[in-house]
C-alpha cells in the first residue's frame, strides 16, 4: 500500500525567508502525480503545486517550487520570500490508483 | 464548471440522530473521497468511491457509517446515531480516473459536522 510521510508537524519560519517541507512516499509503482496542498485557517483545501512522476524536471509555481527526486521517493516544498498569507497545513498528496494524504505540516510565518 | 460543492456547510445534530453529508463532484469526475478532519489534525480517509461502487472503504468506521455514490445525484457520507466523537469537518475530494493526464483532486469546503 501507499503511504506518505512528512515528518515536521510543525515549523515556523521568518518573514521573506525560505523555508522547505519534507515529504517521502513508498510505492511500487512506476506512474503517479504528487501534489503539495495548502489549507489555511479557512479550511478550504488549496492545490498549491503538483509534479508528475514521469517529468524529471522539477515543478515551480511563483514562490514555490519543488525538489523531486524519484529514486529516493522524496518530493519536498521549497517556499521563498515567505508571506504571512503562507501561514497554514501543508499537506503532502500521492496519487497512482488512490490518493493518500501525509499528515501535514503546519507552518507558521513570522512577522 | 462548478468546483466540488458540498452541503451543507455546517451541520449540526443531537447525539442518537442521523446526519447525511452531500457531495456534488465536479463535471467530468467519476471518482470521489472523503476524509475527516479534527481540529488542528491531517485528514483521515475514510473511503473512495466510484458511481455506483466502492473501490475502498478501509478508513470507514464499521458501524454507523455508510457512503454511496448513486449513478444520478450527489455522493453521500450518512452517520447513523451520531455521537459527541462524530463531531468534525468532512471533506470531499472528487478527481477524473487515475492514471489519466490532467490527474488532480479537487475539494469542496468542508461539512462541519457538530453534534450536541
Known amino acids: 500500500a501507499q503511504t506518505v510521510t512528512q515528518s515536521q508537524p510543525e515549523m515556523s519560519v521568518q518573514e521573506a525567508e525560505t523555508v522547505t517541507l519534507s515529504c517521502t512516499y513508498d510505492t511500487s509503482e512506476n506512474n503517479y502525480y504528487l501534489f503539495w496542498y495548502k489549507q489555511p485557517p479557512s479550511r478550504q483545501m488549496i492545490l498549491v503545486i503538483r509534479?508528475?512522476?514521469?517529468?524529471?524536471q522539477n515543478a515551480t509555481e511563483n514562490r514555490f517550487s519543488v525538489n523531486f527526486q524519484k529514486a529516493a521517493k522524496s518530493f519536498s516544498l521549497k517556499i521563498s520570500d515567505s508571506q504571512l498569507g503562507d501561514t497554514a497545513m501543508y499537506f503532502c498528496?500521492?496519487?497512482?490508483?488512490?490518493?493518500?494524504f501525509g499528515a501535514g505540516t503546519i507552518l507558521r510565518v513570522k512577522s | 464548471n462548478a468546483g466540488v460543492m458540498q452541503n451543507p456547510r455546517h451541520l449540526v445534530r443531537r447525539r442518537g440522530q442521523e446526519a447525511r453529508l452531500r457531495c456534488s463532484p465536479m463535471?467530468?469526475?467519476?471518482?470521489v473521497y472523503w476524509y475527516r478532519q479534527l481540529p488542528e489534525e491531517g485528514l483521515k480517509f475514510m473511503v473512495y468511491?466510484?458511481?455506483?461502487?466502492?473501490?475502498?472503504e478501509s478508513g470507514m468506521p464499521k458501524e454507523r457509517f455508510s457512503a454511496e455514490f448513486p449513478k444520478e445525484g450527489p455522493s453521500i457520507l450518512r452517520i447513523q446515531q451520531v455521537v459527541r466523537g462524530d463531531s468534525a469537518a468532512y471533506f470531499c475530494?472528487?478527481?477524473?480516473?487515475?492514471?489519466?493526464?490532467?490527474?488532480?483532486?479537487?475539494f469542496g469546503q468542508g461539512t462541519r459536522l457538530t453534534v450536541v
Open positions: 509534479q508528475e512522476a514521469y517529468k524529471q
Open positions: 498528496a500521492y496519487y497512482g490508483n488512490k490518493l493518500v
Open positions: 463535471k467530468g469526475h467519476s471518482h
Open positions: 475530494a472528487s478527481s477524473p480516473p487515475p492514471g489519466g493526464r490532467g490527474t488532480e483532486a479537487f
Open positions: 468511491l466510484q458511481k455506483e461502487n466502492i473501490i475502498d
